[in-house]
C-alpha cells in the first residue's frame, strides 16, 4: 500500500538558518503530494501541494518539488523564522479514488532565536 | 468562515464509558474522516465517508464506530472506550479528488483512565 516517510526528528534550527526536511514516499502509479503544518495547539493545514512529477509547490517561503525520480517531495525554506516552529507532515493522495490521505510521521522543528 | 469544529476539545473519561466526538463542516463537503495522532506513528485514517450514509474502514477501526445522517455532521463513537484509545483525535473533510485540501478540526485530546 501506500506509505510516506519522513525524515527522523526532532529537528533545532537557529532563526535564518536553512531547513531541510526529507520525505520519500511509496505509492502505486501518480499521486498528489502535500506538505501540512501544525502549530502548537491547532489542527493541520495545507502548506503546499505538488499535483504531477516536476512541480514545485511554494508558500510563504517554503518550496518542495515533485520528484517522480527519486520519489521524493522533500521540505525546504532558505531562512526560518522563530514562527515556523511547528510539526510537519508530509502526505500524498494515490489512485484510485484519490481522496485519502496517507501521512507520514512528521516532523517537529524548533526555531531559536 | 469555512471550518471544520470539532468538540470536545479535551475529554478524560473511564474505562468502558460510552463517548461521542462531535464534527461538523460548513463547506459541503462530501469526504470526510477521523485521524488519530500518536507520538512517532504520525496521523492514522480511523474512519471515512464518500458521502451520506457511506462510510468505510480505515487503518486502525477497531474499537470505534461512525456514521453520516447529514453531510455536515460526522460523530465518532466509542462504545467502550479503553486505555489504548487514549490519543490527540482530529476529524478533517475535503471535496473528493486526488489534488484537492483537506481541512481539519483543532483536535480532541482524549485520555480513557
Known amino acids: 500500500g501506500d506509505s510516506v516517510t519522513q525524515m527522523e526528528g526532532p529537528v533545532t534550527l537557529s532563526e535564518e538558518a536553512f531547513l531541510t526536511i526529507n520525505c520519500t514516499y511509496t505509492?502505486?502509479?501518480?499521486?498528489?503530494l502535500f506538505w501540512y503544518v501544525q502549530y502548537p495547539g491547532e489542527g493541520l493545514q495545507l502548506l503546499l501541494k505538488?499535483?504531477?512529477?516536476?512541480d514545485k509547490g511554494s508558500n510563504k517561503g517554503f518550496e518542495a518539488t515533485y520528484r517522480k525520480e527519486t520519489t521524493s517531495f522533500h521540505l525546504e525554506k532558505g531562512s526560518v523564522q522563530v514562527s515556523d516552529s511547528a510539526v510537519y507532515f508530509c502526505a500524498l493522495k494515490g489512485p484510485p479514488g484519490g481522496s485519502r490521505l496517507t501521512f507520514g510521521e512528521g516532523t517537529q522543528l524548533t526555531v531559536n532565536p | 468562515e469555512a471550518q471544520v469544529t470539532q468538540n470536545p476539545r479535551y475529554l478524560i473519561t473511564v474505562t468502558g464509558k460510552k463517548l461521542t466526538v462531535t464534527c461538523s463542516q460548513n463547506m459541503n463537503h462530501e469526504y470526510m474522516s477521523w485521524y488519530r495522532q500518536d507520538p512517532g506513528l504520525g496521523l492514522r485514517q480511523i474512519y471515512y465517508s464518500m458521502n451520506v450514509e457511506v462510510t468505510d474502514k480505515g487503518d486502525v477501526p477497531e474499537g470505534y464506530k461512525v456514521s453520516r445522517k447529514e453531510k455536515r455532521n460526522f460523530p465518532l463513537i466509542l462504545e467502550s472506550p479503553s486505555p489504548n484509545q487514549t490519543s490527540l483525535y482530529f476529524c478533517a473533510s475535503s471535496l473528493t479528488g486526488p489534488n484537492t485540501e483537506a481541512f481539519f478540526g483543532q483536535g480532541t485530546r482524549l485520555t480513557v483512565v
Open positions: 505509492a502505486t502509479g501518480y499521486p498528489s
Open positions: 505538488a499535483t504531477k512529477a516536476d
